[in-house]
Each structure stands twice: as structure tokens, then as C-alpha cells.
């Protein structure tokens, strides 16, 4: 068997151009769907993730404004700012680039955004919502996945799909999301993470098989039965002395032995990530949509 390769950039660039006439529609009415992103810090990952997503706003024509703050930071301060933001009318959606420094309080910092302005719904009333299935901004990595698994025509009804890892932004909403009374979902879910025995039983019995650890090339080719479809969310930096940068991306997933098997498969770079990205526009659009309404 040899795997259907899911194309990541050439979906995104599908979603993307869907939202077109909805920001052509809302440009018409005067709005310009704007997204406020706060950097803290100075992880290299997340500086390149935070220039990403401005640039991908600004081929769209959407307005997007960084605010940088130095990694002394105090908890006060980054609050401080969220109320400016969410007062902010320029700004219909805020993202605040995760990981924060350890001694930043990231779930009292996401609380802290205004829920209609939520790019990222990481916000608990959002989770909440999705949760018991109604209407919200859905997490960017998991809405993107479920768009890989709609445009790749993956069927989920019935499957049985197997996470691994449970992080906020992932594995819990990509979990709950594919067990909901709709399309992609209707799906039998099961959730592993350090504490699971077993592990490889499970992922065997997987028709889906996520994989969101942060553990480079950690699910190998005897993982997987005949026929899985692979989701590797995983972004791992490992050392590449070869390399002009010096180090190389691998994903959570071995790709050469466990493409062979499987039935489709995200690759790293290419799948997952430019996803996150398409939906962080998605959503901003959509709560642009939402302000107009109230
Ligand atoms: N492509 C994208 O857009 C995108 C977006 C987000 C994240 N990512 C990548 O996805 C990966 C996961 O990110 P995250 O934020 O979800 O990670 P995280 O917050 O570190 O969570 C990792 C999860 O994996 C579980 N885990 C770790 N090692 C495991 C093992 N050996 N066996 C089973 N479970 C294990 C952990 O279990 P415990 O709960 O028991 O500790 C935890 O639940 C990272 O590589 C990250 O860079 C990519």
C-alpha cells in the first residue's frame, strides 16, 4: 500500500480562498477583520509561527498587529494589555502565542480575552461551548484537522480514532470534536497520553491515528495496522548538522515506515501547519461576522 500524501498546503490555500467573498462581503460594510497577536518572549519557534500569520493576514488584505512584550513580563501587565485589546475596536480577534514563560499564567492570561474575540477558542467558555456542541471559534489545530479529514474525504462516521496526547490546544478539542453528532465526527474516540498501558494495542485498533506527543518520530511503522490514516500534528526541531540552519522539523511520526502502511498521511512540513494557520484566519473572520451581528 502507499499512502495518499494530505496535501496541508494546498487545502489551506482552498479554505482560504472560500473566505475571500466572506471578507469581500464584510470590506463592503467597512470592516477589515482584524487580529490583535501578542508575542511574549523570545522563542525563536513562536517568532516565526507569529510572522507567519501575519504575513498569510496580510496576502488576504486582513489587518494584523504583533505587540511584543519582553519575557520579564508580569502577569499584571500581559492582563493589562488584553483589556486595552479587548476594548479595541480595530481588533476582532486575539491570539496570544503559546508556549507563554513559565511563570505566566496561561489559562488566567486565554480567560482573560474577551470569549467574542477569541482567535484561537482556547478561551473556557468557548471549550465549553464546543463541548456540549454549540456554536464558537473552534481551536485552530483541531478546526484544521477536521478540514484535512473533509477535503481529503476521509470518512470518520463509525471509524475509531485514536489520539495521542491531550494538551488544551490538541488533543482534548481534536478528541471531542470527532465524537460530536456531526460531519467530520460520529466517531468512536480514544485518548492516549504518558499514562496509558498498552499504547501500541491501541493504536493498532486506530482507522484514524492522531498523533499530538511533541515526541520526534515517536509512532513507528509496527504502530499502525493496514490502512490507517495518519494525522501527525507534531512539530519537533532535530539537530541536523547538515542542515544550513542546523537543525531539521520531524513530526511525531517515523513518515518513511509508517507511509507504506498507512491508507493517507500528513506530512511534516506541509500537513497539519498550515491549517493551524488557514483557521486562525477562519476564525477571525467568523467573530468579525459575529460583531456585526450584535
Ligand atoms: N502543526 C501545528 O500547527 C501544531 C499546533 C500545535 C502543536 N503542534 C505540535 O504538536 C505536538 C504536541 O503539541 P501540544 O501542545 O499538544 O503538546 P503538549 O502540551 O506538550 O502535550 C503533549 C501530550 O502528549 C502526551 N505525551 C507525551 N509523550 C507521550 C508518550 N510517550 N506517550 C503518550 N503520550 C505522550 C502528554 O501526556 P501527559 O498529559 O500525560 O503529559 C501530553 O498530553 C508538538 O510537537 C507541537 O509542536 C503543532
Known amino acids: 500500500m ?33 487580529l490583535a497577536a501578542v508575542l511574549i518572549g523570545d522563542d525563536p519557534a513562536s517568532q516565526v509561527y507569529v510572522a507567519m500569520k501575519a504575513k498569510a493576514f496580510a496576502a488576504l488584505g486582513l489587518f494584523s498587529e504583533t505587540f511584543r512584550l519582553p519575557v520579564t513580563v508580569d502577569l499584571a501587565e500581559v492582563l493589562a494589555l488584553i483589556d486595552q485589546l479587548n476594548s479595541d475596536n480595530r481588533f476582532h480577534g486575539i491570539l496570544v502565542q503559546l508556549p507563554l514563560p513559565e511563570h505566566l499564567d496561561s489559562d488566567r492570561i486565554i480567560a482573560q ?45 463509525g471509524k475509531h480514532v485514536v489520539v495521542l496526547g491531550r494538551s488544551n ?66 512539530v519537533n526541531r532535530v539537530t541536523a548538522p547538515e542542515t544550513a540552519r542546523g537543525y531539521r522539523l520531524v513530526g511525531d511520526v517515523k513518515f518513511d515506515e509508517v507511509a507504506p502502511k498507512a491508507a493517507a498521511i500528513t506530512p511534516v512540513p506541509g500537513g497539519v501547519g498550515p491549517m493551524t494557520i488557514a483557521m486562525l484566519i477562519y476564525n477571525t473572520v467568523f467573530l468579525a461576522e459575529k460583531a456585526l451581528q450584535t
Open 113 to 157: 480575552i474577551d470569549p467574542q474575540k477569541d482567535a484561537d477558542g482556547l478561551h473556557p467558555m468557548n471549550m465549553g461551548r464546543m463541548l456540549l456542541g454549540m456554536e464558537a471559534p473552534l481551536p485552530c489545530t483541531p478546526h484544521g484537522i477536521l478540514m484535512l479529514l473533509k477535503y481529503s474525504e476521509i470518512e470518520t462516521v
Open 169 to 234: 490546544i490538541v488533543g482534548k478539542p481534536i478528541a471531542n470534536l470527532l465524537f460530536q453528532k456531526c460531519n467530520p465526527g460520529n466517531a468512536t474516540v480514544t485518548i492516549c497520553h504518558t499514562r496509558t498501558t498498552n499504547l501500541q494495542y491501541l493504536t493498532r485498533q486506530a482507522d484514524i491515528l492522531i498523533a499530538a506527543i511533541g515526541r520526534p518520530e515517536f509512532v513507528r511503522g509496527d504502530f499502525i495496522k493496514d490502512g490507517t490514516v495518519v494525522i501527525d500534528v507534531g
Open 2 to 34: 502507499s499512502a495518499k500524501i494530505i496535501d496541508g498546503q494546498a487545502i489551506a490555500e482552498h479554505v482560504k480562498q472560500e473566505l475571500r467573498e466572506r471578507i469581500s462581503i464584510l470590506q463592503q460594510k467597512g470592516i477589515v477583520p482584524g
